[in-house]
Structure formats: structure tokens, C-alpha cells
């Protein structure tokens, strides 16, 4: 298993011999304005240029999109990925939305596991910030809300739950609780809306996390990229926990 990652939330996985891209934003920096309601919306973004060439980023045999977020997915992506690649999705939303623009291979990911090339991916679900509160206030920006997490599962690797944007809940206790993952990457740069709710892991939930699964490797990504970021990588370094990675932009780990 490789785990490359790229910019923000962007990774090359490959797993079991198949090359994932995951939400691809692959635009140049500072080509999109910060998030009206979030903290730092004058920042533009992305803060930080894209390491290596679009196509090099595009060069995948399928790609992952937890959600259409603007900073998992832009034009730049929609241009430069091959229309006919493996798509997987988390929604029929989701997937009206990549096919609008001329995607001919999309696929939802199933609860209950989608089987490619001799591994399976499963389903897992999120909070995208306290659903209770960020639902609503996701209603009144125009963005939807849900995202998911992603578990990768092949008898000849480890298991690695890819969490997504996702806050430290229930949902996500659940899902360790249930695949026992071996590498768990985590969003964590604690990106936050003006009234203070962070939508993404920030660093006392990467801790309660790691405590709560002291047995998984965890890898920091989604970091120093975003306008509304409120921990960076530095922060993260400080908690010292043994077992967590936080790999800069362009770097590879292998299991």
C-alpha cells in the first residue's frame, strides 16, 4: 500500500495494485475565494500550489469523491481526468452531478461493500461538523452537507479507513469499532465556521481518536491548504503521539 499525498484532502492511494485518486482540487493557489461564513473568507485558496502537474495528479485508474465540496473538486479535475475512469460517489446527488459532466463510469459505493479488482471498499458515514448545527447552516450557503468515509479492505493488505470530513462522533467510533483498521487517515486541520463549529477534526479530537484506537496508524492529511483552517501541521506535531504521521504535500508512505 501507497498513500501519497498531494494537497488538502487530494491523496493517491494504491491499494491492492489499484491507484485511487481521492477528491481531486487540483487548481492552481489561490485561484478560489475563502468561504463566505467561514473563519478567514478573505484568505484565498487553495494557500499552497499543487506539488506535481494536473495530469501526473489525473494519472489514476479510478477516483474517489467523498462529496463535491469545492475544495475535493473542481473544473480543473472535471477537465483533466479521462471520462471513462472508474468513478465511485457517494449519492445518487452525488452521481447526477459527475455524470452532468460527462463522466460514463459512476458508480455508489455500497454499505455493504463494492468489489474491484479483488478488493472491497465500504461505505462509512460522517458529521460533516455536528449535523445538528452544520446541516442547517449548509442549507442557508448553498452547499450540501453530507460526506463519507471510505474503509479499503484486501486479504493481501492492511485495512485503512479513509474517514473523510468528518468531525470525532459516534459515526466514526462505530466504524473503527466495526473494520478494526490498521491506518486511518483523518481530516484534520480543524476547518471552522464563523460561529466557531468546526466541520473536520481538529487537534483534541485527532487526540481523542488516538486514544481511542491506539492500535491503527493515523495519518494527518487536509492540512495548511483551506482558508478556513484553524490548526495546521505544526499543531498537530505538538500533541506527540507516536503513532500519528502528518506527511507533507507530495509525500509518499508505504505499508
Same mark, same amino acid.
Given at each position: 500500500?501507497?498513500?501519497?499525498? #498531494? ?11 489499484? &491507484?485511487?485518486? %481521492? ?5 492552481? &493557489? ?23 502537474? %494536473? ?39 452525488? &452521481? ?11 458508480? #455508489? ?57 468528518? #468531525? ?9 469499532? &466495526?473494520?478494526?483498521?490498521? %491506518? ?24 481523542? @481518536? ?28 505538538? @500533541?506527540?503521539?507516536?503513532?500519528? @504521521? ?10
Amino acid at each position: 500500500m501507497q498513500i501519497h499525498q #498531494i494537497r488538502n484532502a487530494t491523496l493517491h492511494i494504491t491499494y491492492a495494485g489499484v &491507484k485511487f485518486l %481521492i477528491d481531486p482540487w487540483l487548481g492552481p &493557489k489561490e485561484y478560489m475565494p475563502g468561504f463566505e461564513g467561514a473563519y478567514n473568507s478573505q484568505v484565498r485558496q487553495p494557500r499552497t500550489p499543487l506539488p506535481l502537474s %494536473i495530469e501526473e495528479a489525473a494519472r489514476a485508474d479510478a477516483v474517489i469523491l467523498t462529496h463535491v465540496h469545492p475544495d475535493h473538486w473542481d473544473q480543473y479535475a472535471a477537465d483533466a481526468l479521462d471520462k471513462n475512469i472508474r468513478f465511485f460517489v457517494q449519492s445518487d446527488t452525488d &452521481k447526477e452531478i459527475i455524470e452532468a459532466l460527462g463522466f460514463t463510469q459512476v458508480e #455508489i459505493l455500497s454499505t455493504q461493500g463494492t468489489v474491484l479488482n479483488g478488493l472491497t471498499l465500504y461505505k462509512t458515514p460522517t458529521q460533516h461538523g455536528r449535523r445538528e448545527i452544520v446541516q442547517p447552516a449548509c442549507l442557508v450557503m448553498g452547499m450540501p452537507y453530507d460526506a463519507i468515509g471510505v474503509v479499503f479492505k484486501a486479504e493481501q493488505e492492511k485495512t485503512l479507513y479513509l474517514a473523510g470530513d468528518t #468531525i470525532w462522533c459516534q459515526e466514526v467510533r462505530q466504524s473503527i469499532e &466495526k473494520y478494526r483498521p490498521d %491506518i486511518i487517515i483523518i481530516n484534520a486541520c480543524g476547518a471552522r465556521l464563523l460561529n466557531n463549529e468546526r466541520l473536520i477534526m481538529d487537534a483534541q479530537d485527532v487526540q481523542a @481518536l488516538a486514544d481511542f484506537a491506539p492500535q491503527s496508524t493515523l495519518i494527518a492529511s487536509h492540512m495548511d491548504t483551506v482558508s478556513h483552517l484553524t490548526v495546521t501541521r505544526q499543531d498537530l506535531q505538538q @500533541l506527540n503521539l507516536p503513532h500519528l @504521521l502528518i506527511p507533507a504535500d507530495n509525500e509518499v508512505l508505504t505499508f
